[in-house]
């Protein structure tokens, strides 16, 4: 009897050692799993990314009520999203106030309404009004830069513009900008002066009508300086472009890639799909298809001083077709691959400068920059071009579906199983354990 009591004492003993054992470990060193389909209890990796970037203190105050009549108890839910973010940087603050019992504070902060989030961040503030990871996100990132940054385009004469909203207009790549913390203004050559010296990059897409001389000359000297350009280019005349082409070394190849990769997957033939990215800081971790509608093939010159880098080719059993023929003329069309991206680089008065030119306009307008990673391909470049390098993130994995459709016959034998199959098994098991004791 004796023993069988000191063998109890000792197992409970070495099970709360045990315990206290496991409760030590797990509190220094933590660890969770998220396993859940859609990881719906983690981030982004893009949101991590941006969070790694960040070294110093994160603070956030929301001005929100206690309960709300659709949510309850809404400073549980912030509590509990805020920790999503705390999981991978620790030194985020989270500060709840009440906008009715310290109306002062809120309107010391320029707070508006209830639920309103303030994030500050190196001295700087972001003010949000729906909470979720887009937009928590979409603030740190703007605070993450490192400094201001102007991206200007080039209008006056029928170009796309970066806050247009008809279906050539560039408006949603716009967008997608503005939430990455760059400010985007027009430039009107033939009245500014010159391009802007505090203007970080300078977009240029193709010009409805000629442009004059000067504005050109405004262009060349923009660039002579070191300034960095995206030039989205179609397979059209240039209209007074063509001393810039002859600045950046460029060979344009008339006429428009066919691709017959695109009439495989019900595509127009005249959209290239970008499928080959070349080693570079603006396609690393990029496995995106991308879209090239109505492009042309690019080219350069060799020993033109720039340094240059293939960044996308598409086509690689098609054409370039003069007459958009859709069958391949040996004696007319020339063969692909094709070249439909460039990043230039060169040093010009101890100034790192960066050129991307694209060989479709089209590729980031509003009709088309939702296929496949344009749009993050697009942001990609511009942070290149900033020279944001640490902003360029691998673009988010899509969503897996969540919902499970049964037909009626599987419903009925999962029906079948868990109401009198499985319980009976269990009854069967109990029995067979009842009469093996007696």
Do not use: C, H, Y
């Given at each position: 009897m004796n023993n069988v009591w000191l063998r109890n004492f000792a197992f409970v003993v070495a099970l709360l050692a045990a315990s206290v054992a496991l409760y030590q470990l797990a509190a220094r060193l933590p660890a969770q799993w998220d396993v859940t389909q859609n990881k719906l209890n983690?981030?982004?990796?893009?949101?991590v990314d941006v969070l790694r970037q960040m070294s110093g203190e994160i603070r956030i105050t929301v001005y929100v009520a206690q309960q709300d009549a659709k949510f309850g108890d809404v400073r549980k839910l912030i509590r509990e999203f805020i920790a999503l973010y705390q999981r991978y940087k620790s030194d985020i603050s989270l500060t709840l106030v009440d906008p009715v019992k310290d109306a002062e504070a809120m309107r010391k902060a320029r707070v508006q309404g209830n639920?309103?989030?303030?994030?500050e961040y190196a001295g700087r503030s972001e003010h949000i009004t729906t909470l979720n990871e887009q937009t928590l996100t979409s603030a740190l990132l703007r605070l993450a830069h490192s400094k201001d940054q102007l991206l200007m385009y080039v209008s006056g004469h029928g170009e796309r513009r970066l806050d247009g909203t008809a279906n050539f207009d560039l408006g949603e790549f716009g967008k997608r900008l503005q939430q990455n913390g760059y400010r985007i203004a027009p430039l009107n050559l033939t009245i500014a002066q010159d391009v802007p010296?505090?203007?970080?990059?300078?977009?240029?897409?193709?010009?409805?009508?000629?442009?004059?001389?000067g504005e050109t000359e405004?262009?060349?000297r923009f660039i002579e300086r070191g300034g960095n350009v995206l030039w989205l280019l179609d397979a059209e005349p240039l209209r007074g472009l063509e001393p810039v082409a002859e600045k950046l070394g460029l060979i344009l190849t008339p006429g428009v890639v066919i691709d017959p990769a695109a009439q495989e997957m019900n595509a127009p033939a005249d959209w290239t799909l970008g499928t080959g990215y070349a080693p570079h800081a603006i396609t690393q971790n990029f496995d995106l298809i991308t879209v090239f509608p109505f492009a042309r093939a690019l080219g350069m010159e060799d020993n033109h001083g720039w340094e240059r880098h293939i960044l996308v080719e598409g086509a690689m059993h098609g054409w370039v077709s003069t007459n958009h023929d859709q069958h391949f003329n040996k004696n007319r069309d020339i063969p692909g691959p094709v070249n439909l991206a460039l990043a230039l680089h060169r040093t010009v008065a101890d100034r790192d400068q960066r050129v991307v030119?694209?060989?479709?306009?089209?590729?980031?307008?509003?009709a088309y920059s939702g296929n496949g990673g344009n749009l993050d391909l697009g942001v990609n470049?511009?942070?290149?071009?900033?020279?944001?390098?640490?902003?360029?993130t691998i673009a988010p994995q899509t969503a897996k579906d969540g919902t499970l459709t049964l037909s009626k016959h599987q419903l009925t034998v999962l029906s079948v199983v868990l109401l009198v199959v499985l319980p009976l098994l269990l009854i069967g098991v109990g029995v067979w354990l009842w009469w093996r004791r007696r």
């Open positions: 983690s981030l982004d990796k893009g949101s639920g309103e989030m303030v994030v010296d505090n203007a970080n990059v300078l977009v240029i897409t193709q010009p409805q009508t000629n442009l004059f001389k405004k262009i060349l030119v694209v060989g479709s306009g089209s590729f980031l307008a509003n470049m511009v942070n290149w071009l900033a020279n944001e390098e640490r902003l360029i």
